[in-house]
C-alpha cells in the first residue's frame, strides 16, 4: 500500500493531527507493507517560506515516527525543481516516471526481503481424529488406555 501525504494539513498548521492519524494507520495495518511518501516541497512558495518550513519539520518527524514500524518504508519526494510543473505545485511527466521508479525498487526489494523469511507452516489438526476413515486410531489417541487392551 502506498500513502501519500499532502501539504494542505501542513500549511493551516494540522502537521501534528496528520502525523497522528498516519501512524495510526499503520499501526493499524501491521500485516500490510506500506510505503509512505513524505510531504512534497511547495515549489509555488519560496523556499524559505513558513510553509516549506513546516513541510520540512513534518517530513523529519514523518521519518523518525515511522522507523519504529517493520512494515514500514518511507519514500523521499524529488527535490529536483524540473519534476514539477511550471507553477510548482504539482509533479509532471518526468516527476511521475521518477516516482514510479522510486516505488518499483522499494517494492522489488520488498519481494526480495519477503522470500529471505523462511515460511513456517504451523500443523493443522490431526486429521485422523476428524477423518471417519480411521477410527480405530480415533478411539486410541482419545483412550489410550482401551488401544492396549485391543
Same mark, same amino acid.
Given at each position: 500500500?502506498?500513502?501519500?501525504?499532502?501539504?494542505?494539513?501542513?500549511?493551516?498548521?494540522?502537521?501534528?493531527?496528520?502525523?497522528?492519524?498516519?501512524?495510526?494507520?499503520? *499501526?493499524?495495518?501491521?500485516?500490510?507493507?506500506?510505503?509512505?511518501?513524505? =510531504?512534497?516541497?511547495?515549489?509555488? %512558495? $519560496?523556499? @524559505? &517560506?513558513?510553509?516549506?518550513?513546516?513541510?520540512?519539520?513534518?517530513?523529519?518527524?514523518?521519518?523518525?515516527?515511522?522507523?519504529?514500524?517493520?512494515?514500514?518504508?518511507?519514500?523521499?519526494?524529488?527535490?529536483?525543481?524540473?519534476?514539477?510543473?511550471?507553477?510548482?505545485?504539482?509533479? *509532471?511527466?518526468?516527476?511521475?516516471?521518477?516516482?514510479?521508479?522510486?516505488? =518499483?525498487?522499494?517494492?522489488?526489494? %520488498? $519481494?526480495? @526481503? &519477503?522470500?529471505?523469511?523462511?515460511?513456517?507452516?504451523?500443523?493443522?489438526?490431526?486429521?485422523?481424529?476428524?477423518?471417519?476413515?480411521?477410527?480405530?486410531?480415533?478411539?486410541?489417541?482419545?483412550?489410550?488406555?482401551?488401544?492396549?487392551?485391543?
Amino acid at each position: 500500500m502506498i500513502l501519500c501525504c499532502g501539504t494542505r494539513d501542513i500549511a493551516k498548521n494540522e502537521a501534528y493531527i496528520g502525523l497522528r492519524h498516519i501512524s495510526q494507520f499503520v *499501526n493499524f495495518t501491521a500485516d500490510t507493507n506500506v510505503i509512505v511518501m513524505c =510531504a512534497p516541497t511547495r515549489y509555488d %512558495l $519560496q523556499s @524559505s &517560506s513558513c510553509v516549506n518550513m513546516e513541510v520540512a519539520s513534518f517530513n523529519r518527524k514523518l521519518q523518525k515516527s515511522m522507523k519504529i514500524f517493520s512494515n514500514v518504508h518511507t519514500c523521499p519526494m524529488s527535490s529536483n525543481r524540473d519534476h514539477y510543473t511550471m507553477h510548482g505545485f504539482h509533479m *509532471n511527466a518526468r516527476g511521475k516516471h521518477w516516482i514510479t521508479i522510486t516505488w =518499483a525498487s522499494i517494492i522489488k526489494s %520488498l $519481494q526480495f @526481503s &519477503s522470500l529471505s523469511t523462511p515460511i513456517i507452516l504451523l500443523p493443522e489438526k490431526n486429521e485422523y481424529l476428524v477423518d471417519p476413515a480411521y477410527p480405530a486410531i480415533k478411539s486410541c489417541v482419545i483412550n489410550t488406555r482401551s488401544c492396549g487392551s485391543r
